[in-house]
């Protein structure tokens, strides 16, 4: 039997035990509960989802190469001041450590990091990989200078004692067309070079055309959708539903069937007369064809939002604007539109994100002019191995991504259905 | 039941609405409606009563006769030009505006100035006593506020007609009884003519001048609700409104507005002949339950019959006694709860007893 006692000035006390212990120790149960029960998807998101882009993340500033390969070198660069050339203890510790990568066929991978940041670094480690076999004593210092006058030159061991840093900002820098220079200060890329801001506004141009297209394109769409009796929106949304249940792929090559100079659409112009045999419009491998196909395809993303919120309008309102004397146009930009504009936001966003990360429809259709952010990092990732230069530009746009999404929080507020 | 009355404000002539184009939804549907008049369309779901008004409003177009507007025809005028008020089942506020911008929502679109704006709202405000709330948003407002500012809104243009869609549905009780002497009351301070629909028969009675009662789109009845209810013309309208006992048998006898029905279990009542086909023919009665007496002074009532008492149910200001006489289980009588008179009791036989004019034969029900 429990007794309920009650201290004249104290918490409530049930046989012996403070009824707040008990409660907090009920409510810890039912938290664990919860925890186990939502814990295998957690884990699946944590595997699937946090690592990965926390990986990338570190990548984007990792730089292990030369700690892994060469540590001592590392060490002894550290202690270097920078501003003249190194001592003999440094040159000494530099051969042995090539020495040793030479054995164990590493120096390849040497070469190329610091390649990245010292032009001609591949063929100076390639040279000095054939020379240092006569040297078997001390002094290094000259006989390396000897084998190759750059070992001499102090620019040589300040960008290699900058490619050594453990954590660098290099990629960064690279990923928006900077680079350090020998003195250690920051600086614009050489013309060629410079692709990297181009593209981000590019990638931001191409979106909010796509984004402004599919919303020309998709808001009448998505109001007859919502507003016509069950018999023809059902049809409607099965013709947005239906590019969804093909291969986005098929989808992407048919375009190229459609718009190559050779296709059906030129064809066509030809036949009717509207342009000649040489005249041949090229709307493909180029910005176009990005635009034209990114935005048949991420369509349904902007439809199915600006629908979901369009049917929560009730057409009793409309009725209502009508019956207090308001035309049809006035109801449509008064009541109808006003209400829409979530649907708008959330499609908007969507779209927005979905294309500033888009590769395969740039890839295929793009050409050169319709290339974007996403084909550059693929480059990295597949051809030229430069992970950290792939990750800092990836980690670039998940900044940027963020950023608008707190933006759009800010101004129209994620959980606001309604205007107010 | 068409009135020659060249004073209606409202005026349907011999319409019909099909939505397939093979069953009529409303048939052949004769209304006049006065100007300031309350009235009431009433009947169940699927009577065809929210459709007359969707037609009135201009949302529905009448598949066939004539839907006059103070003599003008309106079967081609937009809703958008009919100068109709209108109040939604659903209130159908504009959620995104306040409530003062709901309100003058119609002004603005008549292209009235500010000043007048101001001034037409704060009273349509305060006619329904919500005059401090015009900064809120209909989201912020309970279901009875929401209400009132629907029918505010309805109103601050000074229709001629207002039209209200079972308004009060989504109310609770007490609310829904209070809106409706606020309706009734603002229909008489106004003069405004209102068609309102509802299924609720009480509803209907409180409030309209005069009530038309429907079923499967025909016009059962039209009357003032004393009418409707102490003279009903068929069996429908006798069981839809109010409490009903009915009694069944055959014509014996007809003898000017009265007749001789035989029960089916032999009694021979008198009855106002109110909708029978003759000698012969099967009939219903009609019975209030408020016009029956228990224990009946001798001679004072024409008709009298043994009943047992079945059933009481004590509902504060009256008894509900279930009795069963000639046939019928369910014959009930309301007794008021005063001393004076008489106490039932369960299982024992009294003498009930009512006049032939409180009794009406109508038409056998199926």
Sequence with gaps: ?420 | MAENNNDAYVRFENVQKSYDGEILVVKNFNLDVQSGEFLTMLGPSGSGKTTCLMMLAGFETATSGEISLDGEPINNVPPWKREIGMVFQNYALFPHLSVFENLAYPLIVRKMSKSEIDQRVKKALDMVQLGAFGGRRPGQLSGGQQQRVAVARALVFEPKLVLMDEPLGALDKQLREQMQYEIKHIHENLGVTVVYVTHDQSEALTMSNRVCVFDDGVVQQLAPPAELYEKPVNSFVAQFIGENNTLHGEVVGVDGENCDVKLDTGEVMNALAVNIDGVGSKTTLSLRPERVTISPEEGSCRNNVQAEVRELIYLGDHIRARLALCGQEEFIVKVPNSATHSHLVEGETTTVGWQSSDCRALDPQT
């Excluded at chain 1, 012996?16 to 008990?22: A, T, Y």
């Design chain 1, 1 to 420: 039997m429990s007794t309920l006692a009650e201290t004249s000035s104290g918490p409530i006390v049930i046989n012996g035990v403070p009824l707040r212990e008990q409660l907090s120790k009920a409510e810890h149960k039912k938290k664990m509960t919860a925890l186990f029960l939502v814990a295998p998807l957690l884990i699946f998101i944590v595997i699937t989802f946090i690592v990965p882009i926390g990986n990338m993340l570190w990548r984007s500033v990792d730089n292990p190469r030369m700690v892994s390969l060469m540590p001592h070198l590392v060490e002894a660069l550290n202690e270097w001041d920078g501003k003249e050339l190194p001592p003999e203890s440094l040159f000494q510790t530099a051969f042995e450590e090539i020495k040793k990568n030479i054995e164990t066929n590493d120096i390849g991978k040497v070469a190329t990091h610091v390649n990245y940041n010292l032009a001609g670094a591949r063929s100076l480690f390639v040279k000095s990989k054939r020379k240092f076999k006569k040297i078997t004593a001390p002094p290094y210092r000259e006989q390396m200078i000897a084998a190759d006058k750059r070992w001499g030159e102090i620019k040589t061991w300040q960008i290699i004692k900058a490619v050594s840093v453990p954590i660098t900002g290099a990629y960064f820098l690279n990923a928006v067309d900077k680079t350090l220079n020998a003195e250690g200060e920051i600086v614009n890329q050489p013309e060629s070079k410079r692709i990297y801001v181009t593209l981000f506004i590019r990638t931001l141009w191409v979106s909010t055309l796509v984004t402004l297209l599919t919303l020309i394109i998709g808001y009448p769409i998505a109001y007859l959708i919502s507003t016509t009796p069950p018999r023809i929106s059902n049809l409607l949304i099965i013709m947005v539903l239906l590019p969804f249940w093909t291969s986005l792929l098929v989808r992407t090559t048919s375009w190229i069937v459609l718009l190559q100079t050779q296709g059906v659409l030129n064809d066509m112009m030809v036949w009717i007369g509207v342009v000649s045999e040489e005249g041949r419009i090229q709307m493909i491998y180029n910005l176009n064809g990005t635009l034209v196909a990114m935005t048949q395809i991420l369509l349904p993303f902007m439809v199915l939002p600006m629908y979901s919120v369009m049917k929560t309008i009730p057409l009793s309102q409309l009725r209502a604007s009508q019956s207090l004397g308001a035309n049809p146009f006035r109801t449509f930009f008064k009541i109808f539109w006003p209400q829409s504009i979530p649907g708008i936001g959330a499609g908007g966003l969507l779209v927005f994100v979905l294309s500033v990360g888009y590769y395969i429809t740039p890839a295929l259709v793009g050409g050169s002019s319709g290339q974007m952010i996403s084909n550059q990092i693929a480059f990295h990732m597949r051809n030229s191995l430069n992970w950290g230069l792939a990750a800092s530009l990836g980690t670039i746009m998940l900044v940027g991504v963020l950023l608008l999404y707190w933006l759009y929080d800010r101004v129209v507020g994620i959980d606001n259905m309604k205007l107010g």
